[in-house]
C-alpha cells in the first residue's frame, strides 16, 4: 500500500497528512472531520479543494493529526498537507496545485505586541486636557 506524507502549516497550526488510495475518507485526529469540524461550515469546501482542482475526489483516504491555532487555521493547515502529499503522488500536479496557491504556505501569523502600546500598533489614547 502506497502512502504519501507531507506537513501543512498555517499560522500557528500544523498537520501531519498521509494520503492512500481508498474511497475519500477524511480522518482528523482520530475522528471523521464532519465530527472534528461540526461547527466550521466551510471546512469542507477548504480540505478537499486540492482533491476537486487535480479530479482525484474521492480517490484517496486521508488521516492526519492537527494541533494549535484555530479551527480554519487548521482546515487551511491540512489543504497544504494535502496539497504537499498530492505533489509527492504525482510530480506532474505540481502545475496546477502551484497555480492554485495550495503549495504556498500562507506566512501571515500574528504579530508581538510592543513595549509602551497596548498591541502590536495601537498606542495611548491621547487626552487634550
Known amino acids: 500500500m502506497d502512502r ?3 506537513t501543512g502549516k498555517r499560522k500557528t497550526s500544523i498537520a501531519r497528512v498521509w494520503i492512500y488510495p481508498g474511497d475519500g475518507k477524511v480522518i482528523v485526529n482520530g475522528k471523521d ?5 461540526y461547527d466550521h461550515i466551510v471546512a469542507e469546501d477548504v480540505i478537499f479543494a486540492p482533491f ?3 479530479n482525484l475526489l474521492g480517490k484517496f483516504d486521508v488521516k492526519c493529526t492537527v ?4 479551527k480554519s487555521a487548521q482546515a487551511e493547515a491540512i489543504r497544504h498537507g494535502i496539497a504537499k502529499a498530492l505533489e509527492a503522488y504525482s510530480p506532474d500536479l ?3 496545485l502551484k497555480k492554485a496557491g495550495f503549495l504556498t ?16 500598533r495601537r ?7
Open 4 to 6: 504519501f506524507y507531507a
Open 33 to 37: 472531520f464532519k465530527e472534528y469540524f
Open 105 to 120: 504556505r500562507d506566512p501571515r501569523k500574528k504579530e508581538r505586541k510592543k513595549y509602551g502600546l497596548r498591541g502590536a
Open 123 to 129: 498606542g495611548q489614547q491621547y487626552s487634550k486636557r
Open 67 to 70: 494541533e494549535g491555532g484555530g
Open 94 to 96: 505540481r502545475p496546477v
Open 52 to 54: 476537486r482542482i487535480t
